[in-house]
């Protein structure tokens, strides 16, 4: 799916009344069999007893819902409960990885009470105590304009590294891919705070590394959350929702990657390619 200006504005909004508490309680002791679906969340930064961690991975359950956080610089997985604002933890046995990269909790684990969390800045800011430690989660500012592949990486490593480990592409449009006689281009613009583009870009990072050495190159162009039509970059290409794919073949445009071709980029990509090269 592509998400357009008006329909971001909507799920942040959902999400804004998600932390105000504007949806059904998870109560504390909830049967854990009940969170399920957790996914990589992009928006929010952790720091723990004033230190940026990087490598933090942060989960969040519509159906919770809830924030789920899991590091080395604390004991034990942090589940933070919306409506109630309870903060709990749990063993880190107790939590299982997909194979989508969603996350699940298992049916018997238990959870030890750590408080409460407060919300300020309309939920630009969550912060809590647990155990010893000072934790907050703190509004990730975006990824704006013109990067590589290693930027984005390295902006949020639990969103564009593991988002893309599990994804497979195909072995036999990756090789046919590689054989491409002509310079090709994608540039794909997108949104670091678009949980829509924090589920497909990865997969296209992953295809991106499938083809190193090959005619094929990337660049990822950030746009921001509000305003986003009006980037001069934006206009000049007509991009309305995000992510969005575009395919330059020797400098003009071939196709577009948007809606139901990010399920499977690399065979949307060579079916671009493949009509771009039949049609010369």
Known sequence: ?????????????????????????????????ALKDFRP??????????????????????????????????????????????????????????????????????LAPQGSFTVTGEGAEVSCKVDRHAVLLRTRPPLLGLHAAGDLKAYSPPIYVDGGRFYRPDNQVIAALKRAPAPVTVRVFFGSWCPHCQHYVPLLLRVEDELKGSKIKFEYFGLPKTGMTNVPEAKKFGINGVPTGIVFI???????????????????LATIVNGAMASR
């Not at 971001?8 to 949806?23: D, K, M, N, S």
């Not at 991975?57 to 919770?64: G, L, N, R």
């Open 41 to 110: 969340y992009g928006d929010y930064m952790l720091v723990v007893d004033g230190k940026e961690v990087p490598n933090a991975e942060i989960y969040f359950s519509e159906k919770a819902p809830a924030f789920l956080v899991m590091t080395s610089k604390l004991d034990a997985p942090v589940l933070l409960a919306v409506r109630s604002q309870t903060v709990e933890t749990l063993q880190l046995m107790k939590v299982a990885k997909q194979a989508d990269g969603t996350v699940a909790l298992l049916a018997n684990a238990a």
């Open 1 to 33: 799916m592509t998400y357009s200006p008006k329909q971001r504005r909507l799920t942040f909004a959902a999400a804004a009344a998600l932390l105000l508490g504007a949806l059904p309680a998870l109560a504390q002791g909830a049967p854990a069999d």
């Open 250 to 268: 020797k400098g003009k445009e071939a196709g577009r990657l948007t809606g139901n071709a990010w399920n499977s980029p690399e065979t949307s």
